[in-house]
């Protein structure tokens, strides 16, 4: 299928620019002029600001359903008093009802591509990601706490994981993960780490979240959690580490080194109280590759990319006492382009040749005047500019109308599944 989005401006690295953005398949094959005729859609593009589709680094779409449950707790009590057991309780539906409720929040937002882990089946996810038309990856994630028969049966799921195996041309592939350094088990960690080798697709870890984390791990271990990870082979360019709030300087020298990702999650992060703030500037710094994401809706309330770019920035030139600690070219690329190479995917720009995920903004008062478009984008700009999202080269939501979805029918299922679950 070809589209064509006819006028506007159009977001490219070297600036905004007016013209035509053509899409060829599910690739970007024409921007600015073009002489190409008969596209089998056209897209009135004016009035409207094309941008690269939003990533969302790190989250948990099964969770949305508790969505404002276990509110105002510290992270640990917050996980093993209120979500933990909820989850417990979760059946494949409810997990799907999720997913969709959350895959209608994040078109609507302008994201196109997200990193996901929950503790269910991966199958589940992906069926629903497909349905909704996102792109992303998506894994289980294991934790076995010191218990000997859950690391053995955690060890043959994820043996068993290649099953899931479809392809990486596919929009939506499998990852692996683990839960975190203090409740996973070393041969855990391990195998892990060898399934993502063997099957070539990432790896994802909570790591470095709370100051309770960092001494549990540092008494158990002998190491603070990112020089554990290192110490046993763990971290790497495939890697995806989240939070990562907490972190000794030489920690960011290990993180740069190994070419590892950071998935920071500051909006969550200050609404659980962890304390540390990701010191992504600096990590930028040491080469790591430094993305956002939202966490679950859980323990943020919304899956909204473009508050998590405010803030991300604002909290860099708070902590450092520099209006310019973190530029807004570098905020956008975080929430972009080093997000999609954190998940392995060719997008998170508009250039020839890149995947046309792609999100279509109303000019409305908020983004006017236009005196720094990336400046309007991160500080300025909201779900509500968002009109039009195409993933892959095919068109997802049309005019606010989410075109992949019956999203009225998706709020409902949500809502009593959610009201269902705490009857159980």
Not at 184 to 207: F, N, P, Y
Not at 374 to 401: C, F, H, T, W
Request: contains cysteine; charged residues 25%; glycine residues 8%.
């Amino acid at each position: 299928m070809s589209i064509i989005i006819k006028g506007g401006s159009i977001l490219t690295p070297r600036g905004l620019v007016k013209g035509d953005l053509y899409i060829e398949g599910n690739r970007i094959v024409g921007i600015g002029k073009t002489t190409r005729s008969k596209p089998d859609a056209v897209i009135d593009g004016n009035g409207k600001i094309a941008i690269p589709g939003l990533v969302n680094a790190h989250t948990h779409v099964s969770m949305s359903i508790f969505r404002g449950y276990g509110e105002d707790l510290p992270l640990d009590r917050w996980l093993k008093e209120k979500i933990w057991p909820i989850e417990a309780k979760q059946k494949p539906k409810d997990v799907e009802a999720s997913a969709l409720l959350s895959f209608c929040e994040m078109i609507r937002s302008g994201t196109t591509c997200f990193a996901d882990t929950s503790l269910f089946d991966a199958s589940i996810i992906i069926g629903a990601a497909r349905k909704a038309g996102m792109r992303g990856i998506v894994a289980r994630s294991f934790l076995d706490q010191g218990d000997a028969e859950k690391t053995k049966r955690a060890m043959a799921e994820l043996g068993s994981q290649s099953s899931l195996m479809h392809g990486k041309d596919n929009p939506v592939r499998l990852s692996a993960a683990v839960h975190a350094p203090y409740t996973c088990s070393e041969e855990i960690l391990l195998r892990a780490k060898s399934v993502a080798d063997t099957l070539g697709i990432k790896l994802q870890i909570h790591a470095s979240e709370t100051r309770k984390e960092i001494f549990d791990v540092l008494k158990e271990r002998g190491k603070y959690p990112i020089e554990y990870l290192d110490s046993i082979g763990f971290l790497g360019p495939d890697c995806i580490i989240a939070h990562a709030g907490w972190l000794t300087k030489r920690e960011i020298g290990i993180l740069g080194k190994s070419g590892s990702s950071i998935a920071s999650c500051p909006v969550s992060n200050l609404k659980l109280a962890t304390g540390g703030i990701s010191q992504i500037t600096e990590l930028d710094r040491s080469g790591a590759n430094v993305a956002l994401g939202t966490d679950s809706a859980a323990s943020n309330n919304c899956l909204d990319m473009f508050q998590t770019m405010k803030i991300a920035s604002l909290l860099q030139k708070h902590h450092y006492w520099k209006a310019d600690a973190l530029p807004v070219d570098k905020a956008f690329a975080f929430a972009t382009a080093n997000g999609a190479r954190a998940l392995g995917f060719d997008a998170g720009a508009l250039e020839i040749g890149r995947l046309a995920d792609i999100v279509l903004l109303d000019q409305a008062p908020n983004m006017a005047p236009i005196h720094d478009i990336l400046s309007n984008l991160v500080y300025s700009a909201g779900p509500q500019n968002v009109s039009d999202v195409i993933i892959d080269g095919k068109v997802v939501m049309r005019e606010r109308e989410i075109m992949t979805l019956d999203e009225p029918d998706i709020i409902r299922k949500a809502e009593s599944a959610a009201q269902d679950i705490k009857s159980r």
